[in-house]
């Protein structure tokens, strides 16, 4: 166990001052702490505690709103505000108190309480016994589990992690238990591990409906689309008009390609809860997607005008690429940006839609605030460290050398149907996606996930920082498994295929797999899509992605990144001579028939003017370029980065070391 700081060490004595009664002494002991730490979460509420104990209850109440500016998700706060307001005789404003710490924390016993009583005050019988059939559950539960999930709800995963497993040991089967070590593990992004446990859980209670949700959730976040789909629909069974399942429905039926079925069904949703702003946000996703981009816009204003602070509905606008932002939308977005009601996730949407709609007016040193500042508060969310890049690259080069892959000639799944582009996000790959899809013999798909799962699982449950198995576990890999593995990829990704001969895979992250996708897929074709440096680097800085991409939120990581890629890309060339075959995007945007002409020449594929008039096939974009591509080539996006070169030296500097 860490030892305890001294601050750590002063909580805990206050702690222990309140459960021996001696409130005085614990009170002034919270209020000299909170002299060194103002925004402590602990320490504001056991003040605001010791407040209430000693009748002071409006002290209490002033202390509370300390703490919700601090720590607004705080589930205790509310309770506490509840017990307050009880003591002032105001029920109306304790029971919405109480009902908001609930909301949070399904796993406070003395909130359900005393909703049971204020809820039976006023005569609202139906959810007195619903309030009481949540105390008698948890009740019924372990006070371990009961616990932990308390703490989960909270937000102390890691406490909340160490105290259900520390129950698992003793009681291995608990599936309460297990759903919440589940629920865990999908906070923390350990993926695998949740699918097992939600698995496991589903095999002793198959009737266990919020286990299955949370199931579908999992399989949603791994990108296992058709599996997600079949476990919707055997809830959908149970209850068909459950909104949650039937988001989730449309979830599953937008990633597998089914939009109109997702647009349908969004919108009903839609129509059901007007104000839920998520619901147009998604149904103006699937709509830009399928190259609706006005029936897209209207969407994502109506995102905006459901909730004024949704930062991402801002965002969405911007990142069309095309849509130009009136005086009314700058002033709106800026007024929310600058609030301190606006929540954190929120603020960082706001700040890269400023940054962009100011950059299309040219108020180029107004923009690049806006930019950086989002860019710091996302990097504050996230631990990307850079030399955990660089040490991955320097294992790919060792492991995958020219020799590995000469012993293992002939392994792998000889079909030639994949077309892998790789690169860095932002560097074209989404214009040669287009123009290969173009083609009456491929396929465009989307960003597949199943390398990226594939490297996970070569990795193993409990992958080692300090000695990571993959890549070094390729060397143990039998021919069997090697052209399986290539087998089932294929199969695996046949569900975002049609009937073409080829298909595009356009992860741009794959570069860091290459030796694996060669020793699987060795007839696949691999295309690099590459860019010139500051325009590619500076254009991630810009782009808030939905997920991954981490290295993009610091010029100094951006740069780093880009050298580990160029230098990975440089090893692949030696080792692979001739299976990676590299489109600068300058040369494409200057000569786009013979650029063409170069890309279908090393698929195999046969000249077809549709490849020119790229912009004109009808198919999803899922990426920030969707709608660049559904027009003709331009120059635009070249050299923008020297409108800032003034405020990029930290990338400059990366890039020359």
């Not at 104000?275 to 994502?300: C, F, P, W």
Request: proline residues 4%; contains cysteine.
């Amino acid at each position: 166990m860490l030892a305890q700081t001294p601050i750590e060490a002063e909580v805990q004595a206050i702690r222990g001052l309140l459960e021996r009664g001696d409130i005085q002494r614990a009170l002034s002991a919270a209020l000299a702490l909170l002299q060194q730490v103002p925004e402590n979460r602990d320490v504001l509420y056991m003040a605001a505690v010791s407040h209430r104990y000693l009748q002071a209850t409006h002290a209490a109440l002033d202390m509370l709103v300390r703490l919700e500016a601090a720590h607004p998700n705080y589930s205790r706060l509310y309770q506490e505000r509840g017990h307050c307001l009880l003591a002032l005789r105001q029920p109306g404003a304790a029971l919405t108190a109480f009902l908001r710490a609930v909301q949070i924390n399904p796993a406070l016993p003395a909130s359900w309480h005393a909703l049971q009583v204020l809820f039976r005050s006023a005569g609202q019988t139906a959810d007195s016994e619903m309030a009481a059939g949540h105390v008698a559950k948890l009740r019924d539960l372990p006070a371990d589990v009961v616990t932990a999930t308390s703490l989960f709800s909270d937000g102390e995963l890691h406490e909340a992690e160490r105290v259900v497993r520390q129950f698992l040991q003793a009681q291995p089967e608990h599936v309460e238990a297990m759903r919440l070590l589940a629920r865990i593990g999908m906070a923390l992004d350990v993926l695998d591990d949740a699918e097992f446990l939600l698995e496991s859980v589903l095999a002793f209670a198959p009737g266990y409906h919020l286990a299955r949700y949370d199931y579908v959730l999992v399989l949603l976040q791994r990108h296992r689309h058709s599996r997600a789909m079949e476990e919707c629909r055997i809830l959908l069974q149970v209850d068909p008009r459950n909104r949650d399942y039937r988001a989730a429905f449309a979830a599953a039926s937008q990633a597998l390609g089914q939009y109109e079925e997702a647009i349908r069904m969004y919108r009903e949703l839609a129509v059901e809860a007007p104000n839920a702003a998520e619901l147009h946000l998604s149904v103006g996703h699937a709509l830009k997607t399928m190259g609706r981009q006005q029936e897209a816009i209207d969407a994502y204003h109506m995102a905006a005008d459901a909730r004024p602070d949704f930062g991402d509905a801002w965002w969405s606008l911007a990142n069309l690429k095309t849509y130009r932002f009136g005086d009314a939308d700058l002033e709106r977005m800026t007024v929310q940006e600058a609030s301190c009601a606006t929540p954190v996730e929120d603020r960082i949407h706001f700040c890269f839609a400023l940054g962009k709609a100011l950059e299309d007016r040219g108020a180029f040193s107004d923009s690049f605030r806006y930019y950086a500042r989002g860019n710091a508060l996302k990097k504050q969310q996230i631990g990307y460290r850079a030399e955990l890049t660089e040490r991955n690259v320097g294992l790919q080069k060792s492991v995958c050398d020219a020799e590995f892959f000469e012993a293992r000639s002939g392994w792998g799944c000889v079909r030639p149907d994949p077309i892998f582009v790789v690169g860095l996000p932002r560097a074209g790959s989404t214009l040669l996606e287009q123009i290969l899809a173009s083609h009456s013999q491929v396929d465009g798909t989307m960003e597949l996930a199943d390398i990226s799962r594939l490297a996970v699982r070569l990795q193993g449950r409990v992958p080692s920082e300090a000695a990571p198995a993959y890549p070094a576990v390729l060397r143990e890999l039998s021919p069997e498994q090697v052209r399986r593995f290539g087998e089932t990829y294929l199969e695996d990704t046949q569900v975002y295929r049609g009937d073409r001969p080829f298909f595009i895979d356009k992860n741009p992250n794959n570069f860091r797999h290459l030796g694996l996708i060669h020793l699987i897929l060795p007839n696949a074709k691999i295309i690099d899509a590459r860019r010139e440096a500051m325009d590619c680097c500076f254009s991630n800085f810009k782009q808030l992605f939905a997920s991954g991409q981490e290295f993009t939120y610091d010029l100094g990581d951006i740069g780093r990144y880009y050298r580990s890629y160029v230098e990975l890309m440089a090893h692949w060339d030696r080792v692979l001579p001739g299976r990676i075959l590299r489109v600068q995007h300058e040369d494409v945007v200057g000569d786009l028939e013979g650029s063409v002409r170069r890309l279908l020449d090393f698929c195999g594929l046969a000249f077809e003017e549709g490849c020119l008039e790229f912009y004109r096939t009808e198919r999803s974009v899922r990426t920030a370029s969707s709608e660049q591509v559904r027009r003709p080539i331009s120059r635009d996006g070249m050299g923008q980065w020297r409108k800032f070169e003034a405020w990029l030296g930290p990338l400059r500097a990366a890039l020359r070391e």
